[in-house]
């Protein structure tokens, strides 16, 4: 229930259906509902170390190691870059939304030489440029590539896989950076078979929990290079935490209550069953777009290949704002859709379908779309989108 400004709450839920902060289940906020603990007692590592375990297991990483830091997806990728890389050292990365731009950004400003390859929102990870231009690379000047699995602004996930073979093909040893904040836990992800270098995630989305937690995971090829790398670095440093983690224990004071809430999700998660929380993803994702098709609509990403199963950005037709539609359904239904970020915005809304969800939420959120768009005189037939999606759900299990 949102509570803005002086506003009385309103009755019934917020519907929140954008890409992140996601639902939090009950269990989780209970398990969260705890004093806070010494993480400084003798026995603090008995919870700790299992934690760090059934992380890998999310990110399908047997060699690699993680890092919990109280921060947040950001912070997750300033901590791959700084603790790997030197000072003008020159990376590889491509910009098809507003974070894949983000991320290349920090890389700008952080002083690295970076060659950001820019390519058509609606499109992801360029994987023959990137061959191309990694074989071209005789002298290995290229430290780092990154690529962003599933970039939420425009509901388009990469192929990582892919972009290993890139690198292989072109017999190139550059590390492979992955943003996976809005897909680890919620569409497959394979550190160790793709040879991830650092994959970076956060509390807030397919973890299920509130802001708060930059969750990484770190190959054994990352920690050697960590071990010469020379940007400055001291909150997001690896050797710190190495140091403590090794024994159950954090170099500062960690965000107890929130790792309390990722045991929860992560016994949720083990639960039904990693494979099973993908193929939910993308049943709900179908409905979605069986719903936006029946509307006469695109979605944002440009071919099925790129489609996401964790958010939908939806074109409006020419001649309408989406921002009207966003600004509608929240005012009226209560329903949180996502906005359009920078270069898209005013034309398209986002439906996030991430996180703890089912079919009956996602019924909210798509009927709660087509009364928002009839409103504001988007020409859709009033339960044409509800049906498909319906068809959809009784048709598939
Ligand atoms: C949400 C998101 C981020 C940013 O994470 P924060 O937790 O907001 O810092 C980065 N990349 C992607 C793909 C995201 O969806």
Redo the contacts with the bound molecule.
């Keep these: 229930m949102t509570h803005a400004s002086n506003q009385p709450m309103k009755p019934g839920y917020n519907g929140l259906f954008i ?2 902060p996601t639902n939090i289940p009950p269990q989780i906020r209970q398990a969260m509902e705890i004093p806070l603990e010494d993480m400084r007692a003798p026995d603090f590592h008995e919870f700790t170390m299992p934690l760090f375990e059934d992380v890998k297991k999310v990110f399908k990483s047997e060699r690699g190691r993680v890092f919990i830091f109280p921060a ?3 912070g997750g990728w300033e901590s791959a870059l700084t603790n790997t890389l030197s000072p003008g050292d020159k990376i590889l990365c491509s910009r098809f939304g507003q ?1 894949s731009h983000l991320w290349a950004d920090m890389c700008h400003r952080l002083g690295f030489e970076v060659e950001v390859l820019d390519v058509e929102w609606g499109k992801g990870v360029p994987l023959e440029d990137y061959e191309r231009i990694l074989s071209a690379d005789k002298g290995h000047t290229i430290k780092a590539v990154l690529a ?1 699995q ?3 602004a425009t509901g388009v996930t990469s192929d990582i896989g892919g972009v290993r073979k890139a690198l292989d093909a072109a017999g190139h040893p550059a590390l492979l950076f992955v ?1 996976g ?2 897909s680890v836990g919620s569409i497959d992800f394979r550190m160790d078979e793709w040879g991830v270098d650092v994959a970076v995630s ?1 509390s ?2 397919g973890f299920m929990l509130p ?1 708060g937690l930059g969750i990484i995971c770190v190959s054994e090829k990352a920690l050697e290079a960590h071990k010469t790398a020379q940007m400055g670095r001291c909150f997001l440093s690896w050797e710190d935490m190495i140091k403590t983690n090794d024994t159950g224990y954090f170099p500062y004071t960690p965000a107890t209550t929130l790792l309390r809430g990722l045991r929860c999700a992560l016994d949720m998660i083990e639960q039904e069953g990693l494979e099973n929380v993908f193929a939910r993803h993308h049943r709900l994702a179908g409905g979605v777009r069986a719903a936006v098709h029946a509307w006469g609509m695109n979605l944002c990403a440009k071919e099925e290949k790129w489609w996401s199963d964790t958010v939908s950005a939806i074109v409006v037709p020419e001649g309408h704002d989406a921002a009207q539609v966003i600004k509608r359904a929240y005012e009226k239904y209560n329903l949180s859709l996502g906005t359009g970020l920078t270069k898209v915005a005013g034309k398209v809304f986002r439906i996030g379908h991430l996180g703890w969800l089912n079919e009956i939420m996602l019924m909210q959120a798509i009927g709660g779309a087509e009364m928002a768009m009839k409103d504001v005189g988007i020409p859709i037939e009033l339960g044409s989108g509800v049906a498909a999606a319906q068809a959809h759900y009784c048709e598939t299990a």
């Design positions: 890409p992140g947040s997806g950001t974070f962003c599933n970039e939420t943003d904040v809005s956060g807030q989305k802001t």
